[in-house]
């Protein structure tokens, strides 16, 4: 039952994890938008693509970019420091994102100071947009209209800041990230609204047909891409599911067959004690109250030994849940009401035999 409880205390915690997971804010909106792969294959029908997109009544935005805040995307590491500054002296290490105009406003990320690129402005094509946590490495005051580079002639003039958003695993921190115009046609990514993904799918495919009639759409959903980060999570929390049935399971036949072992051992004694005018209530007290205790000191056993196992695992994790006192709460009682279940069947039977039956044998 030790075990048992361990394994159903950290089944618990690892699908608040994955729950706490799937459900925090990011910084970025995954639900309704579709990744269209491969429109790298379109040439320079690109940009004519994703026009024929947005005319769909479903389309709310769309943008090309390779460089997407999931795993399997393209990434691109520089250095970047302020202008008149060398290198080795301000340095900081951050992700630079090709992306098009679109880009923020079709994942629904958030600038909370300055402005969005804009496609009327001819020098947005030598702006950037950093993310918060760049600001801070840069250690840049009032950081619009400063200028950066990342070496040789390339010098952007900062317009706005993004909110930070996470395009790792939550394993890891936040990073510097910083997004500048240019061309990166492998992904388009199609921001929907409409509660019939299947017409949607549907009308995105005729438009696709009309420019690769020779070639099959592929597609992803942004959300579900997002979810296979932490598969590996997910199947931990089966696996221990699995072995927490099957702790549950052996641990229930040897109570079964000690309270059945524990009956016939006491049936003399049993029989008497009715014979006396014991009710169904006492004997069943009787014979349960001795299993119950074992079972209490075995969540009283676990629960330390569950506490550290779990603590240890989402050290891993620079964002996780809480370990609270509700989880152990809840597979204690879990366990007192299996252990209940296990030996109730003998307890009633053995209050509910003939002790006549057992006295004349004897």
Sequence with gaps: FTTSIVLIIATFIIYRQVNFILNKKVGFEKEQVILIQ????????????KDELLKLSQVTNASISDYLPINGTKRNQNGFWKEGKS?????????????DFDYIKTLGMKIVEGRNFDVTIASDSQAIVLNQKMVKEMNLID??????????????????????????????????LCLTIGNSPKIVSVKVNSAD??????????VWKKFAPHQPIRFSFLN?????????????????????VLAIIVACLGLFALSAFMVEQRSKEISIRLVLGASLNSIFNLLTLNFLKLVLISIAIAG???????KSWLEDFTYRTDISWDVFALSGLLAVVIALMTISYQSIRAALMNPVKSLKAE
């Excluded at 200028?147 to 695993?169: A, K, Q, S, Y």
């Design 304 to 310: 330390p030994i569950a506490w550290y196992m779990m």
């Design 38 to 49: 491969g429109t790298n294959t379109l040439r320079n029908q690109v940009q004519p693509f």
């Design 143 to 176: 950081p619009i209209g400063k200028r950066v580079t990342n070496g040789g002639n390339r010098i952007w003039t900062v317009i706005g800041i993004v909110e930070n958003f996470h395009f790792d695993n939550l394993k890891s921190e936040i990073r510097p």
């Design 197 to 206: 993904m299947p017409a949607t799918l549907q009308a995105i495919g005729d």
């Design 87 to 99: 290198n080795e002296e301000e340095s900081v290490s951050t992700q630079k994102w090709v992306v």
């Design 224 to 244: 579900e891409s997002y979810a296979r980060m932490y598969d590996d999570v997910q199947r931990m929390g089966r696996i221990f599911t699995t072995f927490a």
